[in-house]
DNA sequence: TGAAATGTTGGGGCG
DNA sequence: ACGCCCCAACATTTC
């Protein structure tokens, strides 16, 4: 009776599922585990809405098992001390897990896989980050070469998802710890967590007549609707494989109407692309954790003023886009991406505030915080990324809510002090007289804040900074 | 996956 | 009729 240890991280499906595919091969029993590590858990870079989400998914993934005769054994400790016991409890021969390519997931499972065998099977990406390399060897750092290079590999796995394994047998006698109570807290994430509500979501995106995906390409500028796929929580912990997404974009290039619909599919596969492409810099260059890609913007004289910091945190800049996006990311755990792009370069560029904490806060509450992305995003904001922004491409504030926001329809869902604020006055409140702001309700400075920087001279202090650190590390120009 | 500063052009007002 | 100025409107350059 040979039994196998499928440890499951951030593949919570059942669907299409290579390291669950391998343990039920090579196994007569297979044994589903999660690990909750107090190290992933209690660090500052988790939040309680994402853990909620975590928590979630693991009861639907639980229900989803025994529905096939299986179980999911739940542990809570130090990984590798863990896996030892249960190893030990039930004679596993072999642990297999879907590769994770995290700084501390890869020094984890380097070190598991040096006292136990550990098999560490490659589907949080499509192509694995070694296989999209130079014909040298060496990992692409601009994006562009790299969607040709991924493009142009043989996709093997087209329309052949891997199925659910028919029965999932489980052995008798391990015992999980019982679910931990959720962090008690009063938000309505507007996502589902479960692989069933990955895919009703998937297919809301790519089917029907004239589904989303097919105005994808102008709809996901628009903060003011929900026209990007929404699915990104659903990647981030595996309830979606990036195949399973990336054949429903292929099938939707193929099955689209016009050119233009084609296009928008194909603009989506781009983003799903740029999402294996940050995950290949994180593997490939790992210190963007904790610094700038680029040598060259390592010594930007940050401000860091910690009043604008928690201003911006809770939304109380005075700019009313960049406080509606972050209201709607503490309210719901999530952000459109054109928010997250508006607020990032509001911190780091108006604020001048290091790109690390606007990182770290995201990760805290974002639903979908994935170290690679964010991280990713992040130093693409503040161009100090590979392929980012360049430095001087500062957002205004302004002009993007009236562009994204025209009517000021999100503003005035996720800032009700502005509620009654009509026209252009909706993007810069702080223009309105003081008969006006009396008459709508709207004091500056009592019931909004008034806007903490000039964006004008905001915008030139952050061009004299990077011209600094640029001077300092002896770059030329 | 910008925006501001600067340059150019052309129509219209006007002496 | 003509030159001059103003200034949108658009284009190009710069950050």
């Not at 299409?16 to 999660?34: E, M, Q, R, Y």
């Not at 019982?178 to 994430?189: E, G, H, N, Y």
């Not at 004239?210 to 990647?235: F, H, K, N």
């Amino acid at each position: 009776m040979r039994i196998s240890i499928w440890w499951i991280r951030r593949d919570l499906r059942l669907t299409d599922n290579i390291a669950l595919t391998a343990a039920v091969k090579s196994g007569d029993h297979v044994l589903p585990v999660f690990i909750l590590d107090p190290a992933l858990l209690n660090s500052s870079y988790v939040g309680n809405k994402r853990v909620v989400f975590l928590l979630e998914g693991l009861r639907h993934l639980k229900a989803d098992l025994e529905a096939r005769g299986g179980r999911l054994i739940l542990r809570e400790g130090q990984p590798l001390k863990e896996l030892k016991i249960l190893i030990e409890e039930s004679g596993a021969e072999g642990i297999y897990a879907e590769e994770d390519f995290s700084p501390y997931a890869k020094q984890r499972d380097n070190q598991i896989a040096e006292e136990l065998p550990l098999h560490l099977l490659s589907g949080l990406t499509v192509y694995h980050p070694s296989a999209v390399v130079k014909v040298d060897g060496s990992p692409y750092k601009i994006y562009t070469p790299f969607q040709h290079a991924w493009k142009s590999l043989p996709f093997s796995r087209r329309n052949s998802l891997l199925p659910i394994p028919e029965r999932i047998s489980t052995p008798p006698g391990i015992e999980s710890v019982p679910f931990p109570d959720p962090p008690t807290l009063a938000i309505k994430t507007m996502f589902s967590p479960g692989e069933s509500q990955a895919s009703l979501h998937l297919n809301a995106f790519v089917e029907g007549d004239d589904p989303p995906i097919y105005r994808y390409a102008v709809q996901r500028d628009r903060i003011d609707t929900l026209g990007t796929s929404q699915l990104s929580p659903y990647l981030r912990f595996g309830m979606l494989s990036a195949q399973q997404a990336v054949n429903a974009a292929y099938t939707a290039i193929d099955a689209a109407p016009d050119q233009d619909a084609s296009e928008s599919a194909q603009t989506w596969l781009h983003e799903l692309i740029w999402r294996e492409f940050y995950i290949h810099i994180l593997d490939h260059y790992p210190h963007v954790r904790t610094q700038s890609f680029r040598p060259s913007l390592r010594a930007i004289p940050w401000e860091n003023n910690d009043r604008d910091f928690t201003a911006w945190c809770e939304g109380q800049t005075g700019f009313p886009i960049v406080d509606a996006s972050m209201r709607q990311l503490l309210q719901t755990g999530w952000m459109h991406n054109r928010g997250r792009m508006i607020v990032a370069s509001f911190l780091v560029k108006d604020l001048l505030i290091d790109w690390r904490w606007g990182e770290r806060w995201f990760m805290q509450h974002l639903v979908d915080g994935d170290p690679a992305s964010n991280n990713g995003g992040w130093q693409w904001s503040a161009g100090t990324g590979t392929d980012a922004a360049p430095y001087f491409r500062i957002f205004n504030p302004i002009l993007q809510s009236k562009k994204f926001d025209p009517h000021g329809k999100f503003i005035r869902n996720w800032v009700p002090e502005l509620q009654s604020v009509t026209g252009k006055f909706i993007h810069e409140p702080w223009k309105m007289s003081s008969e006006m702001q009396k008459k709508t309700g709207c004091v500056l400075g009592v019931d909004y804040p008034a806007p903490i920087v000039d964006h004008a001279i905001a915008r030139k202090q952050a061009l004299e900074a990077y011209a600094f650190a640029k001077e300092k590390s002896g770059s030329r120009k």
